[in-house]
């Protein structure tokens, strides 16, 4: 859980950073891949190529492929069909597809923790929603995309590393991840980069620097290591975690408007479904 919650609280500033400086400025494949190389060269000395079982090895890179790679490539492209709100709004199922997903690993359904990721997501709602465009289905189906293959990607990790326990450290094999992560993110930009609107200025560098190390790098570890220590509910709530603690520290920081009591009321209903899903979800798991 400590990772999960040091994780949320560094993207939430790197949330920030990417609508001040990234956002309409900066060609979001050429920001895409920059992070997926700066990540991959930041692991690269300490990937283990060898004694490193095959399922691992090609299990890792999948779960980069899907986590990063698809999920980054749909989630710009839907940029171009919503507006900032909406996007953010769309993104909340992601808890429902990893509880989902994650009975559909085990063969089991769980009520308990179905029930915590649908509170998260009504929290997440009220915190988001500002309205809807007349125009919103390609970018709807997009961000759906997206949820569902960072979702796969958080609960295939898991599961992954569950059925091939290694005495190797984690770390020595996340390299690959990035290596699937490129195998996306390098054609998209080849075929769709604008090298028009590369960066410019020494902060949009450092930006890119700091996403591509800090939050894609040690953050993606970081965040699928909390997520193979935790159950499926609590991991699904936290994913919504981001919203409230985003934009608390956009608030903060850029002193953006933002409305104090949705935020207050659906950070409370996340908080919520934290306890619920810790307190009943034992109770609550039957075969299906």
Avoid at 215 to 242: H, P, Q, Y
Avoid at 248 to 258: F, G, K, P, Q, S
Wanted: hydrophobic share 55%.
């Amino acid at each position: 859980m400590g990772f999960l919650v040091f994780v949320t609280l560094l993207w939430a500033f790197s949330f920030s950073l990417i609508g001040e400086f990234l956002a309409g400025q900066v060609d979001s494949d050429f920001a895409v891949l920059s992070r997926v190389v700066l990540a991959g060269v930041a692991f690269l000395p300490l990937t283990r190529w060898r004694g490193v079982r095959t399922e691992l090895k090609l299990g890792v890179t999948l779960v980069g492929a899907l986590q990063f790679g698809v999920t980054y490539l749909c989630l710009y492209r839907a940029f171009a069909y919503l507006s900032v709100p909406e996007v953010l709004l769309f993104t909340i199922f992601t808890p429902l597809y990893i509880t989902l997903i994650d009975d559909l690993f085990k063969r089991r359904f769980s009520a308990v923790a179905l029930m915590a990721a649908a509170m998260a997501t009504a929290g997440a709602g009220i915190i988001r929603y500002d309205g809807l465009s007349a125009d919103y289905l390609t970018g709807f189906l997009l961000l759906q995309v997206a949820n569902l293959t960072f979702a796969a990607g958080q609960v295939g990790y898991k599961h992954l590393i569950s059925y091939y326990p290694t005495a190797i450290p984690l770390h020595r094999f996340f390299g690959y991840f990035y290596a699937g992560a490129l195998i996306i993110a390098l054609p998209s930009f080849l075929a769709f980069g604008d090298s028009s609107r590369l960066p410019t200025t020494a902060v949009q560098w450092g930006t890119l620097v700091w996403l591509g190390i800090a939050a894609s790098g040690f953050g993606l570890f970081l965040w699928n290591r909390g997520a193979c220590l935790v159950d499926a509910g609590t991991l699904a709530v936290m994913n919504n975690a981001l919203v409230p603690a985003g934009l608390l520290v956009n608030l903060l920081i850029w002193n953006r408007d933002a409305d104090l009591m949705r935020l207050l009321l659906g950070g409370a209903i996340i908080a919520l479904s934290l306890w619920v899903n810790a307190r009943f979800s034992r109770y609550a798991v039957r075969p299906a």
